[in-house]
């Protein structure tokens, strides 16, 4: 894999002088959508960063002869045969490419010896689960039926979002309400009208991790999207994730804008009831004509706003929702090919139960761990058709969902000096992921090199998600119910960005982008999606 660290980069951690059409907070993948699609038609756009690279979760990082994606597994919907796919392309001017995963995609290792593959066909995939469940026929073919009528629905909930909070109170009953049927149901309830069989439940849910919420807490039209998202396949970006940034940003910078790193945003300047800018934490004042914010709406209400507006009605019900599970990540660099031991581009999901309902691995500082209860891996080096098959040092990571509260003593320590304790936690889960994954594929176990483990502590540094959620707010019943959940604000000239005003995920985020562009910019920016995204 590339290290992405060749020619100009479009950002610095210089700020050029304004004036600005527009500062964008945040340059994860909503943010630079937003930023991006601005600069489309025309707009000066900063987009602002604290980190000290830009991507949030897209971001790269690298060791020496080592490079990983913190976010990027799995990617669906992104060719020219889907309109997302479109949109992402003209926005980077064709210049990010995408590479199928292969035939498969998903690989799921349950008790029992039990494995199913999910594949890049929707017909292979109905056979697939026949296969495994030859009496469950009826349920399956219900499953794909609500999948794809689901997926459908969701078009004109994009579209009633928006509308401002007090044009929802109208339009939503009437553009949504077959979105907002399925929203506000749980997966559970539903799958349990649909079959009795909890093994099928279980695999028919076994991609929850791509969205951070159990059947029983999730709403189903977050469970249907996944679905729908990979039913033709799963796709990575050439070059590693990094381009991502590369590609959006230079859009940005060629219509006059620019991406500040390491430039952290304190608080949203708002006077007379108008978003004007932004106060750094150094103290400096950066002001423009508007402000979308892609840190999150509830990072935005319990961080970023001012206090007054903080404590208003709207921003109270935001600041009650709860957060998406944390989770840890092993950073893995092998010496040698790990296809040798079994390793693809696909990615293996190995379960330790069939339940679903297992939300995070219990661990605290003081106990030794136990066996997680799932390990999602992947092995980015093998997916990236840059990446020299013949070259020695390749990557891998393991990633599972862990309670933040097991971490949280730590979130304000600096990075790098969280002490011995903290240390001596992330050898003990080190040791027993790397345990776990190598009884799984024993041959990887002499190809390890490096091993680094990144904590919800971590996360919280680097992208500051509220708890260190990878996913931002879970995706529950009641966060669909709430009204203030879209891309224009409360406040005059401050807007949301990203995948809380969307859904999950990197094209969840995506979307979540456009939508607070066009929110901003009605006209010019339906007519220029028009021709693209129709």
């Keep these: 894999m590339k290290a992405d660290d060749e020619g100009e980069r479009p950002w610095s951690k210089d700020i050029p002088p304004g004036p600005w059409d527009y500062i964008v907070i945040g340059s994860g993948m909503g943010g630079m959508t937003s930023a991006a699609l601005l600069a489309s038609l025309g707009r000066r756009v900063l987009v602002l960063e604290q980190h ?182 799963a796709y990575y970006p050439v070059g590693g994730a990094g381009r991502i940034a590369r590609g959006l940003l230079a859009t940005v910078e060629r219509a006059g804008g620019w991406t500040a790193i390491r430039t952290d945003v304190e608080q949203i300047l708002v006077e007379n009831g108008r978003a004007v800018g932004v106060r750094l934490r150094d103290g400096r004042e950066v002001r423009s004509k508007r402000v979308i914010s892609a840190a999150g709406v509830l990072s935005t209400v319990t ?117 011995a304790e903290y240390d001596a936690f992330k050898d003990r889960l080190s040791e027993q992921l790397l345990s776990q994954l190598t009884a799984r594929m024993p041959g990887l176990a002499p190809k390890v090199k490096l091993a680094e483990l990144g904590t919800p502590v971590s996360t919280h540094h680097f992208v500051r998600p509220v708890e260190g959620s990878i996913y931002g707010l879970e995706p529950t019943a009641r966060r669909f119910h709430n009204r203030w959940l879209r891309p224009r604000a409360p406040i005059d000239g401050l807007f949301f960005s990203g995948s809380e005003v969307a859904t999950v995920g990197v094209i969840g985020a995506m979307m979540g982008g456009v939508l607070a562009a066009v929110s901003a910019e009605p006209v010019e920016a339906v007519r220029w999606l028009r021709p693209i995204a129709m």
């Design 52 to 233: 000290y690279v830009p991507g949030g979760f897209t971001h790269v990082f690298k060791r020496p002869g080592f490079h990983w994606d913190v976010g990027v597994h799995a990617v669906g919907e992104v060719t020219t045969h889907t309109a997302t796919g479109r949109i992402l392309r003209e926005l980077t001017r064709g210049e990010l490419e995408w590479a199928p995963l292969g035939g498969v995609y998903d690989r799921f290792h349950f008790p029992d010896d039990f494995t199913i593959e999910f594949p890049d066909s929707p017909a292979l995939f109905r056979e697939n689960l026949i296969d495994a469940f030859p009496n469950e026929r009826e349920a399956i073919d219900g499953y794909l039926h609500l999948v794809r009528a689901v997926a459908k629905e969701m078009k004109s909930y994009y579209l009633a979002r928006l509308f401002g909070p007090s044009l929802g109170r109208v339009v939503d009953p009437v553009l949504a309400r077959g979105a907002q049927r399925w929203l506000t149901k749980r997966t559970a309830d539903v799958l349990r009208e649909l079959t009795s069989d909890p093994k099928l439940r279980a695999v028919l849910t076994s991609q929850w991790g791509y969205y951070g919420s159990t059947p029983s807490r999730s709403s189903f039209a977050i469970q249907a999207l996944v679905a729908k998202h990979f039913m033709h396949g």
């Design 303 to 419: 961080r970023l706003l001012p206090p007054p507006y903080r404590d208003d009605a709207w921003a109270r019900e935001v600041a009650e929702l709860p957060a998406a599970p944390a989770h840890v990540c092993l950073y893995l660099g092998f010496e040698g090919n790990p296809r040798e031991a079994g390793a693809t581009a696909a990615n293996e999901w190995f379960y330790e139960t069939w339940d679903m309902e297992e939300d995070a691995w219990r661990v605290n500082e003081r106990d030794a761990p136990p066996r997680a209860s799932v390990l999602y891996c992947s092995f980015p080096s093998q997916k990236d058709p840059e990446h020299d098959p013949d070259e020695l040092q390749h990557t891998g990571e393991i990633v599972t969902f862990v309670p933040w509260d097991s971490f949280s003593k730590w979130k304000d320590a600096r990075w790098k000096k969280r002490g």
